[in-house]
């Protein structure tokens, strides 16, 4: 079963701030961020484990609710390069190497 | 250039001619993957693979085959594809696992008439 993400999408200004939010009805080991912009291959952001671990890019933060099963995705002052899909990848405890993937959302800054 | 490759990019084709996209990795990755995209769904898994001669089902593996002969390629076999396999497909690899940075391929966009 998927991950639902929230919002489906997201208008913003440039320097503005926004949370992109993950979430799953099973028991997860692993939350990941990709981003992708129109016509290109979605590009690593973050991983974060279960335990506290976070591989990732200096610039993005994220946070990892293991007893919600939740994740969220933190934008701050945002840039116009940030436009793009956004989605979470979810790895689920005693599936494998399965990597289950949201729907998306979609952010557009704005100058 | 540290890469995964595809190909075709690009492929138009009819129902039920079977059809190999091949994907290739240089760099000793491990687990290989394949995907689906289609408007509204996002990515879904159709097969991984740990290693080689290690593959195994994902979300929506029906109608594909996929083998893992050498660790650097990880072909999908669509051997009877229909309209509804019309799809953008991406390869991705990682280190070791689901649970290392996956490098995504550049895309393979299918269009079975």
């Known amino acids: 079963q998927q991950p639902v993400q929230s919002p489906q999408a997201v208008i913003l200004r440039e320097g503005e701030d926004a949370v992109i939010n993950c979430s799953s009805s099973k028991a997860l080991y692993s939350v990941h961020w990709y981003r992708q912009k129109h016509g290109e291959a979605p590009v690593f952001l973050m991983i974060l484990l279960k335990g506290g671990e976070q591989k990732g890019h200096e610039k993005i933060s994220a946070s990892f609710n293991e007893k919600k099963q939740q994740s969220s995705l933190y934008l701050t002052a945002s840039q116009l390069s940030y436009s793009g899909t956004y989605f979470c990848g979810t790895g689920v405890y005693n599936q494998g190497g399965k990597l289950i993937f949201g729907q998306g959302t979609e952010l557009s800054v704005k100058p | 250039e540290a890469q995964v490759t595809q190909n075709p990019r690009y492929l138009i084709t009819v129902t039920g001619k079977k059809l190999t996209v091949t994907c290739s990795q240089n760099m000793n990755h491990e687990y290989m993957s394949w995907y689906r995209q289609d408007p509204g769904l996002g990515l879904r898994q159709i097969y991984y693979s740990m290693n080689v001669e290690v593959t195994d089902k994902g979300d929506v593996p029906e109608g594909y085959k996929v083998s893992r002969k050498e660790k650097r390629n990880f072909p999908l076999i669509l051997e009877s594809p229909s309209p509804n396999q019309t799809s953008l497909y991406f390869c991705?690899?990682?280190?070791?696992?689901?649970?290392?940075?996956?490098?995504f391929g550049p895309g393979t966009r299918l269009t079975v008439l």
């Open positions: 991705a690899s990682s280190l070791f696992h689901r649970h290392n940075e996956q490098f």
